[in-house]
């Protein structure tokens, strides 16, 4: 089978380095190549932790977490990260232009893959709107960009590298239903080889995923597509009725 873009959590539990208690309780799971993987859950429930053990910002504390097959912790750091585009819950914007904002860090993508990735991520009406378009600039925090502009950057800048999984954490919420969805169309179709793991608070935007998890205080409590969980998951029928 094909092991590069999987992703792969063996009997993960997780507190944090100054916690009193586990805020992930053996979670198992297996993200096949190409996938989409959603996962679901009420505020404080632990997806942020979860996702942010595949990029190593933390460690597991018991259990494996597995990329491409290997144990996280046998990469180099900028070996996983290479491997990763990542978006965080907050968008992060800096000072500068729009261009170097995307080819941020040990990003080099050129200006067609910028391109590729503005487009993608639905920020070219805006980006063209700007006097300067590419080299428009960009405030501190992004503050003159609107939170869905500064949300869709961010995506643009994870687009822009040539990773083979994407994590996006919680990133749609700050749009617009629309601009969901359209953006998701987006995905799907052009990067239909390409691992995605998504991080949602409304059913809406995971309603298509191959696979969804269903996380209840640090535990997984349904697993299955959108029907099967309607079917089989109480907190799931909370959440999609909510
Ligand atoms: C899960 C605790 C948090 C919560 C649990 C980031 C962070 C979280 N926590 C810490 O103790 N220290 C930390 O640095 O861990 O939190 P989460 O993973 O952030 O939850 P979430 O992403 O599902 O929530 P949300 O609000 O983003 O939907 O008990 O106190
Ligand atoms: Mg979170």
């Given at each position: ?82 491997k990763i585009g990542y978006v965080s819950q907050k968008a992060v914007l800096f000072s500068g232009d729009i261009q170097s904002n995307i080819n941020f ?138």
């Open positions: 089978t094909d092991i590069q873009g999987t992703v792969e959590f063996k009997n993960v539990s997780f507190r944090y380095p100054d916690g009193q208690s586990n805020v992930l309780q053996n979670i198992s799971f297996k993200v096949n190549k190409g996938e989409t993987v959603a996962f679901i859950g009420s505020t404080g429930c632990g997806k942020t932790s979860l996702v942010n053990l595949i990029t190593r910002f933390y460690d597991a504390t018991s259990g494996e977490v597995l990329v491409d097959g290997y144990n996280v912790r046998d990469y180099k750091k900028d070996e996983l990260s290479r860090g040990d990003n080099d993508a050129d200006i067609s893959a910028i391109e590729k990735a503005i487009s993608i991520s639905q920020s070219e009406e805006f980006v063209k709107l700007q006097k300067n378009g590419l080299e428009a600039h960009v405030a501190q925090g992004g503050q003159n960009f609107s939170g869905g502009q500064k949300q869709r950057l961010s995506i643009a800048r994870a687009l822009a590298r040539k990773a083979e999984i994407f994590i996006f954490d919680d990133t749609f919420s700050a749009l617009d239903y629309k601009t969901d969805k359209i953006l998701r169309n987006a995905l799907k179709t052009k990067m239909k080889d390409s691992t995605c793991i998504i991080v949602a608070q409304r059913i809406g935007t995971i309603i298509d995923a191959d696979q969804i998890f269903v996380i209840d205080n640090g535990e997984i409590v349904g697993h299955g597509t959108h029907k099967e969980l309607l079917n089989t998951c109480d907190t799931y029928k909370e959440i999609a009725q909510s």
